[in-house]
């Protein structure tokens, strides 16, 4: 799985999750953020999340957004024939809460908690179901409550790592490089 469709596929399931409906009555709900972890660069890149922060999410009707963070990856072998591919990706589900509102931030972070569970139910069956099946299971999924982000968003954040097989990318191709 490479980030475009990593990317598509969590997209889809803000557009289809019945607490999100991202792309529906207008609202954007669905945000990416880029994330490098080279210790020496360490960039971020939030701008698609500061702008929808600040113009487009509507979380109207107690609806919730998704924030997409990317994938890193390492490469693993079973030092013989078989290479494999560990993604390590994230999200966070969050519900905009009224200022010093306790009791609506606590009930922001358990519905979020909810919907987040349910996109990772669903991230699980379609890893799962591809042609050539990814390795996730609840073993790999981390989650933790997060907030204030921005202007009072409140919910959870959860990270995940999966394999896929990695030995055909990594395989010498001499057809890629000229002589």
Known sequence: MRHLEYTQLFRDLATRH???????????????ILLSSDPIQRQLDLSEFQNGLKNRIK???????????????????????????????????????????????????????????????AFIRAL?????????????????????VGDNFYGCRYSFTYASPATEDLTFNPDKFTS
Do not use: S, W
């Open 18 to 32: 019945v607490d999100i409906r991202h792309g529906q009555d207008g609202g954007t709900r669905f945000l990416r």
């Open 59 to 121: 979380l109207a009707g107690g609806l919730a957004c998704l924030v997409l963070e990317n994938y890193e990856a390492d490469y693993t072998d079973n030092d013989g024939d078989y290479y494999a591919r560990i993604h390590r990706g994230a999200f966070l589900v969050l519900k905009l809460t009224k200022t010093d509102d306790f009791d609506g931030r606590d009930q922001a972070i358990d519905d979020c908690e909810r919907i987040g569970e349910d996109l990772l139910g």
């Open 128 to 148: 799962r179901g591809r042609e050539v099946p990814l390795r996730i299971t609840a073993n790999d999924i981390m989650g933790e409550c997060v907030g204030p």
